[in-house]
């Protein structure tokens, strides 16, 4: 089992589980508004609930076991140097061909993260109707909110971070 399989599965679970708690009032709303029912738009609320926990999962999961992964230097650590990954993506995979560096777990880690914001801009742009800007600040602040509970591992209800929080 990869490290992306479990957040996947709480993802497409948990989303669903969201989508159906919000099914009747979504509907609710739909029929007020625009008078009828919209299948578009209820698969795009069910899309909006899986990605939501998705960006949540994939963030945050696994937990940490315990104690045991702070380690002597007490856990993860802030990364404040900009564009440091591509300097972690060169050392960890020195020596491996194309292939062997496109599918390296630090490679995937880096595409993956750019990819997760990528749905994040097209809900709040298209649904949410909102300019280039405020969709760009909306984002900015999603990532801070990211980064700082990473960073303070997870709001202090672990002793250390367990995953390293990029500034």
């Known amino acids: 089992m990869s490290q992306f399989d479990l957040p996947l599965r709480v993802a ?3 989303g669903l589980a969201l989508f159906a708690v919000l099914l009747v009032p979504v509907l609710v709303v739909q029929y007020r508004r625009y008078g009828r029912l919209s299948p578009r738009r209820v698969l795009a609320v069910s899309a909006v609930c899986v990605y939501a926990v998705a960006l949540v999962a994939y963030t945050f999961l696994p937990l940490p076991g315990g104690q045991a ?3 002597p ?4 650590r802030i990364q404040l140097v900009p564009f440091q990954f591509l300097r972690d993506i060169a050392r960890e995979t020195a020596g491996l061909g194309v292939v062997g560096t496109l599918t390296s777990t630090v490679t995937l880690q880096v595409v993956f993260n750019v990819a997760l914001f990528v749905p994040f801009g097209l809900l709040v742009r298209r649904f949410g109707g909102r300019s280039l800007v405020m969709t760009t600040a909306l984002g900015l602040l999603a990532s801070l909110a990211i980064e700082s509970t990473k960073g303070t591992a997870l709001w202090g209800l672990y002793d250390c971070a367990y995953r390293v929080a990029d500034g």
């Not at 230097?73 to 993860?76: E, F, T, Y």
């Open 73 to 76: 230097s007490g856990g993860a």
């Open 12 to 14: 497409l679970v948990g």
């Open 69 to 71: 992964n702070c380690g």
